[in-house]
């Protein structure tokens, strides 16, 4: 685990004209941190740029500052710095962010194992439970007291990756971050709108997913697909896919959950186990990665090619 802050922290207290950026499709954890960072070392006085280039899911519209948040074709300074939360790389951020990596400092906070980093500095904890636990560290070693703005979008990232500390990655740290977090939030905000609030065609996936899916390997494997034109029949765009990968891990017996996403040139391979089971190696060997019990990876092909490829390599997991 890393644990030398002091350079993240004099990076982030003296670079002006700075970049922040997180991955594709962002979660809680993702868009939590990018704004606490922003609001506790004051990027409105350093010229900062918040850019995200997907939509906004509906339901993390409650994070407060999500105004700022902007397109990569709206980005108005000269860059000098670039800093990536909770992923790293252009096939996490996405390659709009390529023209500005060259010749500039470029600085990460990530707990996501899997990835190359070719930037200046990298603050990496696969232990921690989620990017918004490392950056609510690093801003406590910078000794900032964080306002409640800062506190609503930290605690946010910390239970959207814990599924309100219920995964195994769940720590006394991230308890006592999450803890020290609590008078400054509204709790009741948090837990509806990352767990409660959802898109009507986020659901009527979800109710197709459940007809849909295939058990494999005595029931220890479960897996569907969402194909593109399935998609398109229910309304739903790239933001409406949130969690439901999660479903795949509720028939009886299960123990790891793929779900395929059918995208122009791509399919998107979500990847959740419990009981020990590390998804983490099999997202690798497709060239993706992630944590033990939540990992991805995007392959290029038809979904025909490479949902029996997947499911192929999924079950010599458990033949071994």
Known sequence: MQKDYAKMIAFLKNQHNMLICGHEQPDGDCLGSMLAVYHAFDGESKNWRLVIPDTIPENLK????????????????????????DGRGLHRTGFWLEPYLAGRRVFCID??????????????????????????????????????????????GIVAD????????????????????????DMEKVRIHLFEDCSMANLRLKGYCCTTMQLECEGKLCYAALEKATMERFGAGSEDLYNIVSYMLMPHGVQMGILFEEHDGFIKVCLRSRNGVNVNRLAKSLGGGGHMLASGARIKGPLAEVMPRVINAAKEIFAK
Not at 62 to 85: F, N, R, S, T
Not at 163 to 183: E, G, I, V
């Open 62 to 85: 409650y994070l407060p500052g999500l105004d700022l948040i902007i397109k990569p074709e709206d980005i108005d300074i000269e860059v000098e710095a670039v800093l990536m939360l």
């Open 111 to 156: 707990h996501h194992m899997g990835s190359f980093f070719e930037g200046e500095y990298l603050v990496l904890e696969p232990e921690a439970s989620a990017t918004a636990e490392i950056v609510a560290a690093i801003i406590e070693e910078a000794g900032i007291d964080p306002e409640p703005i800062v506190a609503m979008n930290l605690y946010s």
């Open 162 to 185: 814990t599924a309100c500390f219920r995964y195994m990655n769940t720590t006394s740290r991230c308890l006592n971050q999450a803890a020290k977090l609590l008078p400054k939030v």
